[in-house]
């Protein structure tokens, strides 16, 4: 039986493992968290949506779609067992002007099968009674003159996406994909930290961990989050990538929702591309993140473990960027939510691949908007791999991925190392 050590237990790495050990592999994963998903992951906001700029991620985040609403069935985890939870509420995207680019995200839907409504701009308000239906694009940073201050327009109109929601605890969703992985004969080692990645000749032979354990493996898989790019340079495997990845510095705010609304119970998920923030439910009443406009400033993390986790401006800017929509916003005099990192690439689309050195693979670049995928990364990496070490070389001919429950096919080269950044993508956490 050939071995895989797994760098990283969250709900990638978690994902990968459930699909290995089901399709024979010995699985090992190790994290130097002390338990599952304890990284990026519990701070994900964890949105289910289908709208993505590319086709291919589309067409994945309606695959993964249909497992998030069956997670019960997926996992198959016992009765006793808590289990993560999806809530569907659908998702408002509002856009300015005539919408270019979403009807290009309406023909994807289309072509594979996405239900959606389109909404005009009064027709916004069956879904946010109170919303200012003002046009504040582009887009302006708080210290502008004019930032807050509305166009004379209204906004463009909105699409409503029906297979759409959130799942209400990210963290517990990795826990249940570690009991499902450890069900079919994976196992987890946590607080291990990798210190170094192990040759035999030019090929991978394991990991040796920070108490000078060493780990055999066959093939290793970094899905190590915003750790991922550091775990890259210490195998050596950069040299040959077009597509970089790295840590990326995200505030989000959990404040009450508005007055007029019980945002709890009656909210929905917002992608607001015309005032640009997103929003989803949640127990201390609305989420409200950035869709990161171009106008803001990106904060790159050399060292993911010297995260500063103080809140600063830009807490204060998404959340009047989400006052600007919904008027009746209550907004706490004390910042509230998180600080965390994304693991992002050249052009926020993931990479899913090998690499220069035999047996090592990379699941990279997914925070921020690859949380839903986490199924069929799963499927999708075990079938990269298993093809891989089979002596397919996926450098010359990429391969396809059959989507089992929705149907077609993808082309993994989309998500190659060795892309061109791909000019299609929103170049933001929408994908």
């Excluded at 699909?19 to 090992?28: D, F, H, R, S, Y």
């Excluded at 297979?163 to 946590?190: I, T």
């Excluded at 290793?220 to 990845?245: E, K, Y």
């Excluded at 670049?365 to 791999?385: C, D, E, R, Y």
Aim: aromatic share 8%; net charge negative; proline share 5%.
């Amino acid at each position: 039986m050939k071995q895989v050590v797994i760098i990283g237990a969250g709900i990638i790495g978690g994902a990968i493992a459930f699909e290995m050990a089901k399709a024979g592999w010995l699985v090992t994963v190790v994290d130097k968290a002390p338990e599952a998903g304890y990284g990026s992951t519990s701070n994900s906001s964890a949105v289910i949506r289908i709208n993505y700029s590319v086709m291919e991620t589309c067409a994945m985040a309606l695959e993964g779609w249909t497992y998030w609403r069956d997670w019960a069935g997926y996992v198959d985890l016992p009765a006793d067992r808590p289990l993560a939870t999806y809530r569907e509420t659908g998702s408002l995207v509002i856009y300015s002007g005539e919408g270019a680019g979403m009807v290009r995200i309406t023909d994807i839907m289309d072509r594979i099968g996405g239900v959606y409504d389109r909404v005009t701009a009064k027709g916004i308000r069956a879904y946010l009674a109170m919303a200012d239906l003002q046009s504040y694009a582009p887009a302006k940073r708080l210290d502008h003159p004019d930032f807050g201050e509305p166009n004379p327009e209204q906004v463009g109109g909105a699409v409503f996406f029906h297979q759409a929601g959130y799942v209400n605890d990210p963290k517990l969703a990795a826990q249940n994909l570690q009991w499902a992985a450890e069900g079919a004969g994976a196992r987890f080692r946590f607080r291990s930290k990798v210190e170094g990645i192990e040759t035999a000749g030019e090929r991978v032979s394991g990991v040796r961990l920070a108490d000078g354990t060493i780990l055999p493996a066959d093939v290793v898989v970094n899905a190590g989050g915003p750790w991922s790019a550091g775990l890259n340079r210490m195998a050596g495997v950069t040299g040959d990538m077009t597509i970089r990845n790295r840590p990326n510095r995200q505030e989000v705010a959990y404040i009450p929702g508005p007055e007029n609304m019980d945002y709890r119970r009656d909210g929905i998920v917002i992608a607001d591309l015309d005032a640009e923030f997103y929003a989803r439910p949640d127990p201390v009443g609305i989420c409200v993140g950035s869709t990161d406009p171009a106008c803001d400033t990106h904060e790159w993390v050399e060292d993911p473990d010297a995260l500063d986790t103080r809140f600063t401006d830009q807490w204060t800017t998404i959340v009047m960027r989400g006052a600007m929509r919904l008027p009746e916003m209550r907004i706490p005099g004390q910042a509230s939510g998180l600080v965390a990192l994304y693991d992002t690439s050249d052009d926020w689309l993931p990479i899913y691949d090998r690499t220069s050195m035999p047996g090592f693979y990379m699941a990279c670049g997914t925070s921020g908007n690859q949380f839903k995928m986490a199924p069929v990364v799963g499927k999708l990496m075990t079938h990269l791999i298993t093809e891989t070490e089979a002596g397919h070389d996926h450098d010359a001919a990429p391969l396809s991925f059959r989507l089992e429950r929705t149907g077609g096919r993808i082309d993994l080269g989309t998500y190659s190392r060795k892309r061109r950044v791909n000019a299609q993508s929103s170049f933001s956490v929408m994908g």
